[in-house]
T-cell receptor, first 113, second 118 residues
Framework: DAKTTQPPSMDCAEGRAANLPCNHSTISGNEYVYWYRQIHSQGPQYIIHGLKNNETNEMASLIITEDRKSSTLILPHATLRDTAVYYCIVRVVGTGTASKLTFGTGTRLQVTL | DGGITQSPKYLFRKEGQNVTLSCEQNLNHDAMYWYRQDPGQGLRLIYYSQIVNDFQKGDIAEGYSVSREKKESFPLTVTSAQKNPTAFYLC?????????????????FGQGTRLTVV
């Protein structure tokens, strides 16, 4: 399984862009990068995913390096409601049709006034 | 509305008792997952199931059991063999992944069940 490494915590001022890095140096060619976030005591919420190309949706942008060994989640204008733990995960392809979703410890983003 | 439902939200049990946590989804998802989360920590995979009547152990399956008799349901039983059962339990579901891994659908999570064993 490809593992991911994220900084344990980050701060961001409200209104500024939050750039959350993730290292996944052992990712294989058919594995996708997914980002989720979890607000305290709730279930994680899907944000965005990608394979090779950069992706953007209404919540965020995902920048994946050309060698796919790392990625950055960008929240363009962070608000207080973006304070959460952000998880970067790699979708694992198992044998047959079985698959796993393995989470690391994530980055705790604190957005401040 | 489509979604994934966990019940109950809070659950209390006495030590030594088995307890079953419910997880139901009406998203027509093939894959379902159970995670455990301890304070200040990430999610750890307990069991997952790709299709009905099939499931695989995750990273911390000891002391837990599951069944997948119906596509929409994936109950988790916390047995008395689980030494530290007090935790926040999360269930998730997603579309089936193709053998090539090409289907890139996200997982949807329930709101969790907080189990306290006293």
């Amino acid at each position: 399984d490809a593992k991911t490494t994220q900084p344990p915590s980050m701060d961001c001022a409200e209104g500024r862009a939050a750039n959350l890095p993730c290292n996944h140096s052992t990712i294989s060619g058919n594995e996708y990068v997914y980002w989720y976030r979890q607000i305290h005591s709730q279930g994680p919420q899907y944000i965005i995913h990608g394979l090779k190309n950069n992706e953007t949706n209404e919540m965020a942008s995902l920048i994946i390096t050309e060698d796919r060994k790392s990625s950055t989640l960008i929240l363009p204008h962070a608000t207080l409601r973006d304070t959460a733990v952000y998880y970067c995960i790699v979708r694992v392809v198992g044998t047959g049709t079985a698959s796993k979703l393995t989470f690391g410890t994530g980055t705790r983003l604190q957005v401040t006034l | 509305d489509g979604g994934i439902t966990q019940s109950p939200k809070y659950l209390f049990r006495k030590e030594g008792q088995n307890v079953t946590l419910s997880c139901e989804q009406n998203l027509n998802h093939d894959a379902m997952y159970w995670y455990r989360q301890d304070p200040g920590q990430g999610l750890r995979l307990i069991y997952y199931s790709q299709i009905v009547n099939d499931f695989q152990k995750g990273d911390i399956a000891e002391g837990y059991s599951v069944s997948r008799e119906k596509k929409e349901s994936f109950p988790l039983t916390v047995t008395s063999a689980q030494k530290n059962p007090t935790a926040f339990y999360l269930c998730a579901s997603s579309m089936s992944q193709t053998l090539s891994g090409g289907m890139n659908t996200e997982a949807f999570f329930g709101q969790g069940t907080r189990l306290t064993v006293v």
